[in-house]
């Protein structure tokens, strides 16, 4: 016991010694290498320096686009800053040329290089601080300023892979470049708009941060609705839209399949993404379409829609009203399209007339993965034409398109509507990765894969390109539509103190399409050319 005892602390001594030789010998030899990378990394900067001499090495850069003859230009970068800057600028929309040029008395520092080389310069001075001379105690001592040291060159890194970037309207705004006035054309220019120059930046482009901190602190509401009738996935769709349990089983623990719809159900989430909050609440309807009489079936879910509006219009009304009121409002309906093959049935066609006036309805082939690619694409062109047919203005709506980004954008997103997907809330293993699918006896049908089904479409859709405009819509249109035709109806009431005031919604009102004027307007032009 002794001999053990003896040769365990024998072993002891001699690992703590090369310790120590590892801490006072090798890690100095390792910080001296990396010392002098870094060194040698901070003279390619070409930068004017406390220890360099002489004129900074200028360099031509050619500027161009790959497939176009759009841009062209000459940029010259002298040390940190672009000191002459010739470019072309050709415009695709009218074929007009626009000339940019650097002014002789200034130049645009690229700021970016000088926080790289001041990070880098900053590791070498952590470095520095801890020489030859210098006894480190702790493993973890060591740890820390490697971490130190890291932390700056990761900053180095980023301020040169990501620098800060000017749009064209802020370069011209800026006073660094001279621009040329276009040659004129047959267009005069508008008199509410008159130029003007500046002579240096104001920082207007901070309201952007501004906007940015202000939507991280407050986050962002949608309201979504799902229609259609039972056993097309609804509930399951949600699920994998969101990727996460909008709906969950009364019993958590045993997998069992979501229970079906039985009556109107709203679920408020709220989903946190990058420091980014969305509450979201999910609407469920019941099973469109299920019973023998469906005779005014879509009653109740317009009554529901209205009811939001009524809400949101009854707030807005109040004398001493909340500073932020409550949206509760469907941005969006989702029609699930039972996949048939054939074509739209009248009572889908009777109830997406009804819904189209007073939501943004986006249709969709439910369970496409029991259609072929042959038939989906014969059943979606059928679908398109019982739309075009009938006058059916689904989202995104030809009326609404902005300018010709929009038109191009939206123009592709119509010749794919109504989108083929396919839901699923289970990962399966495929080749080595987990992907959302629905697992078959022929194979696994991946819900994120464009050769499987069209779900990213309606995903892009939803979230990532026109969440805001589904909501600028449902409240600059279909509820302005309702708010004026109520407002409307309050000269009916007796005039007084308190006129303005209106009654609650009769469930007649709450049932009623009730398309607006506005509306009616707004789409008049686009009917004619479908019709």
């Not at 870094?38 to 360099?52: D, H, I, N, Q, V």
């Not at 045993?254 to 079906?260: D, G, K, N, S, Y």
């Not at 039972?338 to 007339?353: A, N, Q, S, V, Y």
Request: aromatic share 6%; proline share 6%.
């Amino acid at each position: 016991m002794a001999t053990t005892m003896a040769a365990s602390a024998a072993e002891r001594a001699v690992l703590e010694e090369e310790f120590r030789w590892l801490l006072n010998a090798e890690v100095h030899a390792v910080l001296r290498q990396l010392q002098d990378i870094l060194k040698e990394a901070s003279l390619r900067f070409t930068l004017p320096g406390p220890s360099t001499e002489g004129p900074t090495k200028q360099e031509n850069f050619i500027l161009g686009s790959c497939s176009t003859d759009q841009v062209k230009g000459v940029l010259t970068l002298q040390g940190d800053a672009l000191s002459q800057a010739d470019v072309n600028l050709k415009m695709p929309r009218n074929n007009q040329l626009l000339h940019f040029a650097f002014r002789e008395d200034k130049q645009w520092k690229l700021q970016q290089i000088q926080d790289a080389r001041n990070h880098v310069s900053q590791a070498i001075y952590l470095l520095t601080n801890r020489d030859g001379s210098y006894q480190f105690k702790t493993g973890a001592e060591v740890l820390k300023l490697m971490d130190a040291v890291m932390l700056q060159l990761s900053r180095a890194r980023n301020r040169l892979t990501t620098p800060a970037t000017l749009t064209l309207p802020e370069i011209a705004a800026s006073g660094l470049t001279r621009i040329p006035p276009p040659p004129s054309t047959s267009r005069p220019s508008s008199p509410r708009t008159p130029p003007c120059e500046m002579l240096g930046p104001v920082g207007i482009e901070a309201v952007l941060d501004q906007l940015r901190i202000k939507a991280m602190k407050t986050g962002f509401e949608f309201n979504i609705m799902v229609v259609g009738q039972s056993g097309l996935g609804k509930s399951t769709m949600m699920n994998t839209l969101f990727k996460s349990k909008v709906w969950q089983s009364s019993l958590p623990n045993l997998e069992v399949p979501t229970p079906q719809t039985l009556e109107l159900h709203s679920v408020t989430h709220v989903i946190e993404e990058k420091g980014l909050k969305l509450k979201l609440t999910v609407t469920d309807t019941p099973g469109f379409g299920d019973k023998i009489n469906n005779d005014k079936c879509w009653d109740p879910i317009l009554s529901y829609i209205n009811q939001q509006y009524e809400q949101y219009l009854q707030e807005e009304l109040l004398i001493t009203r909340q500073r932020h009121i409550p949206d509760t409002r469907v941005h969006c309906c989702v029609y699930f399209v039972p996949p048939t093959g054939h074509c739209l049935r009248p009572l889908d066609i009777e109830f997406l007339r009804r819904l189209c006036g007073t939501v943004n309805v986006v249709p969709v082939i439910a369970r496409a993965d029991s259609l072929t690619i042959e038939e989906r694409d014969a059943f979606r062109s059928r679908i398109q034409q019982n739309l075009k047919t009938h006058c059916i203005d689904v989202y995104p709506q030809k009326c609404f398109d902005e300018d010709i980004n929009d038109r191009l954008l939206n123009s592709k997103i119509r010749e794919q509507i109504p989108f083929a997907v396919v839901g699923a809330d289970r990962e399966h293993l495929v080749n080595g990765r987990c992907v959302l699918g629905r697992k078959t006896k022929w194979g696994i049908i991946e819900v994120e894969n464009m050769a499987h089904c069209e779900f990213l479409l309606l995903r892009d859709l939803l979230i990532r390109s026109h969440l805001q405009d589904l909501k600028d819509i449902t409240h600059n249109v279909h509820y302005e539509n309702y708010r004026v035709l109520r407002l409307n109806e309050s000269h009916l009431l007796p005039r007084g103190p308190g006129w303005v005031n209106l009654a609650p919604a009769s469930p007649v009102q709450l049932m009623s399409p009730g398309p607006g004027k506005a509306r009616k307007r707004a789409t008049k032009d686009c009917r004619e050319d479908d019709c």
